[in-house]
């Protein structure tokens, strides 16, 4: 009993910034829009959040703070893809490439050479220190973020869904020259979905450095904003979708943490690779099955049919 808790408490928390990633790259590519560079505005958020906790001490303050420098990011992704129709996957994978830098400058400039921050205030449990004490549920130790990402599962859905913004949305991801001539304005609603996909990605960032650990390390983050879009695929481009398959992306995290204790005898170099293996074995088994947004990654030039 006690190591099912603690498996499903492991899961839930290293899922939770998938979520947050995941969600960002549904709303972007339901616009239509190939949000690559996730992993970059990840990272950013990340490093904006532990450095805005640790010198205010206010971790709801850091973690707002993350989701406006990944939309301050993505707003480079919108300018460059959306205004500019340049190639969608070349400007996310600059994103990546330039973000851990930017991370590392940061560090480095703001504490004294180091490569990570100091230890910063967490945000808080859903349940409080001590509460659960002498219980079998004593290792489930979840955040506030694992909710708020349910909460906002269910609003994306939603909003993409039963809203004639969401309409408008889709209907851009899907046929923008259509779109266009009933009056909707492309550029802006998939300049708007970029910015939301960037706080998304920021918010996935922060709660992973002040939620699931304490700082920002330059391998705090390490490929999850590649799993995430792993998981917009798996999940077929829909939040719910996405937010199951962060789910078992998160468990195979966890199965690597309990495996690891010594409970198996398996080497830590094969228990380090199985997220990212299994990563792959999604995507070979399902990218062919899911159809993406007919526009997904496609520049919108006006006038075009």
């Not at 830098?101 to 490569?115: K, N, S, T, V, Y």
């Not at 705090?220 to 078992?248: D, M, N, R």
């Given at each position: 009993?006690?190591?099912?808790?603690?498996?499903?408490?492991?899961?839930?928390?290293?899922?939770?910034?998938?979520?947050?990633?995941?969600?960002?790259?549904?709303?972007?590519?339901?616009?239509?829009?190939?949000?690559?560079?996730?992993?970059?505005?990840?990272?950013?958020?990340?490093?904006?959040?532990?450095?805005?906790?640790?010198?205010?001490?206010?971790?709801?303050?850091?973690?707002?703070?993350?989701?406006?420098?990944?939309?301050?990011?993505?707003?480079?992704?919108?300018?460059?893809?959306?205004?500019?129709?340049?190639?969608?996957?070349?400007?996310?994978?600059?994103?990546?490439?330039?973000?851990?830098?930017?991370?590392?400058?940061?560090?480095?400039?703001?504490?004294?050479?180091?490569?990570?921050?100091?230890?910063?205030?967490?945000?808080?449990?859903?349940?409080?220190?001590?509460?659960?004490?002498?219980?079998?549920?004593?290792?489930?130790?979840?955040?506030?973020?694992?909710?708020?990402?349910l909460v906002l599962t269910v609003l994306v859905w939603f909003v993409l869904y039963k809203t004639k913004w969401g309409l408008r949305v889709r209907a851009v991801g899907e046929h923008p020259a259509a779109a266009d001539t009933l009056g909707i304005d492309v550029y802006k609603v998939?300049?708007?979905?970029?910015?939301?996909?960037?706080?998304?990605?920021?918010?996935?960032?922060?709660?992973?450095?002040?939620?699931?650990?304490?700082?920002?390390?330059?391998?705090?983050?390490?490929?999850?904003?590649?799993?995430?879009?792993?998981?917009?695929?798996?999940?077929?481009?829909?939040?719910?979708?996405?937010?199951?398959?962060?789910?078992?992306?998160?468990?195979?995290?966890?199965?690597?943490?309990?495996?690891?204790?010594?409970?198996?005898?398996?080497?830590?170099?094969?228990?380090?690779?199985?997220?990212?293996?299994?990563?792959?074995?999604?995507?070979?088994?399902?990218?062919?099955?899911?159809?993406?947004?007919?526009?997904?990654?496609?520049?919108?030039?006006?006038?075009?049919?």
């Amino acid at each position: 009993m006690t190591t099912a808790i603690l498996l499903i408490g492991i899961t839930l928390s290293y899922s939770t910034p998938l979520i947050y990633g995941a969600l960002g790259g549904v709303i972007s590519e339901c616009a239509g829009v190939t949000n690559i560079g996730i992993e970059g505005m990840m990272v950013i958020g990340a490093v904006t959040a532990a450095i805005t906790s640790y010198f205010t001490g206010n971790p709801w303050l850091a973690f707002v703070a993350a989701g406006l420098a990944g939309a301050a990011v993505a707003a480079l992704h919108a300018i460059a893809s959306v205004v500019f129709a340049a190639d969608q996957t070349v400007s996310g994978v600059a994103i990546n490439l330039l973000a851990p830098g930017i991370a590392l400058f940061m560090c480095q400039r703001l504490f004294e050479g180091a490569a990570m921050t100091p230890i910063a205030t967490k945000l808080p449990k859903i349940f409080p220190e001590g509460s659960l004490a002498g219980t079998d549920y004593a290792n489930l130790n979840l955040n506030v973020t694992t909710v708020l990402a349910l909460v906002l599962t269910v609003l994306v859905w939603f909003v993409l869904y039963k809203t004639k913004w969401g309409l408008r949305v889709r209907a851009v991801g899907e046929h923008p020259a259509a779109a266009d001539t009933l009056g909707i304005d492309v550029y802006k609603v998939r300049i708007a979905c970029v910015l939301i996909s960037g706080a998304f990605a920021g918010l996935g960032g922060a709660s992973m450095t002040i939620a699931v650990i304490s700082q920002f390390t330059q391998t705090a983050i390490s490929g999850h904003g590649f799993i995430a879009l792993a998981a917009v695929i798996f999940g077929k481009w829909t939040p719910q979708g996405a937010y199951g398959a962060c789910l078992l992306f998160g468990l195979t995290k966890a199965l690597t943490v309990i495996l690891g204790g010594g409970v198996v005898p398996i080497p830590s170099q094969i228990l380090a690779m199985l997220p990212y293996a299994m990563t792959i074995v999604v995507l070979l088994l399902f990218v062919g099955r899911s159809v993406a947004p007919k526009a997904d990654g496609v520049p919108y030039i006006k006038g075009s049919r």
